[in-house]
T-cell receptor, first 113, second 113 residues
């Protein structure tokens, strides 16, 4: 089945630890995105990548880092510098940066205790 | 700065009532517009999209939206809602100088049977 896979679905971490969220797609899409969803704030863009080995900061990039070494993978690291990391994280991809709509994964709920 | 605004945060309707959800965007240049829906416990799905051509676009499940360039608006409409339309609705825009995909804060729709 083609699609976007985010893992794990639920993730718990202790405060001060870095954690990496996985996002893999087998749709052969060029562009990939990471969003954070909080109640009442919609989806806020963290980072996006238009092609392999390239990525740009979104609106709330502080405390996060990404890499895009392979077309199908766009992992997100939540670092200890992120002040409020507990949230629902969504990954998306689209055919090309100027192309069609984005398709979403099922999300990862991160809880930092 | 690029932005998407949704004015209705919570909407409560009875079945068979008509729906209109407001969306305004701030983008320079060519813009692509989307409405996504998130049903309880499910991932984001595309309802409809506008790229060019006829400003009245029809989507799935009887939804439609009208692109009014002079008002920078892309309002979502449905003539008669059903209980199964209970969900969160997000307006999104892509385009301008950076091609970032930006979302509004979402509208929670509750349809009472």
């Amino acid at each position: 089945d083609g699609g976007i896979t985010q893992s794990p679905k639920y993730l718990f971490r202790k405060e001060g630890q870095n954690v990496t969220l996985s996002c893999e797609q087998n749709l052969n899409h060029d562009a990939m995105y990471w969003y954070r969803q909080d109640p009442g704030q919609g989806l806020r863009l963290i980072y996006y990548s238009q092609i392999v080995n390239d990525f740009q900061k979104g609106d709330i990039a502080e405390g996060y880092s990404v890499s895009r070494e392979k077309k199908e993978s766009f992992p997100l690291t939540v670092t200890s510098a992120q002040k409020n990391p507990t949230a629902f994280y969504l990954c998306a991809s689209s055919i090309s940066p100027r192309g069609t709509e984005a398709f979403f994964g099922q999300g990862t709920r991160l809880t930092v205790v | 700065a690029q932005s998407v605004s949704q004015h209705n945060h919570h909407v409560i309707l009875s079945e068979a009532a008509s729906l209109e959800l407001g969306c305004n965007y701030s983008y320079g240049g060519t813009v692509n517009l989307f409405w996504y829906v998130q049903y309880p416990g499910q991932h984001l799905q595309l309802l409809l999209k506008y790229f060019s051509g006829d400003p009245l676009v029809k989507g799935i499940k009887g939804f439609e939206a009208e692109f009014i360039k002079s008002k920078f608006s892309f309002n979502l409409r449905k003539p008669s809602v059903q209980w199964s339309d209970t969900a969160e609705y997000f307006c999104a825009a892509k385009g301008g100088a950076t091609n970032k995909l930006i979302f509004g804060t979402g509208t929670l729709l509750a349809v009472q049977p």
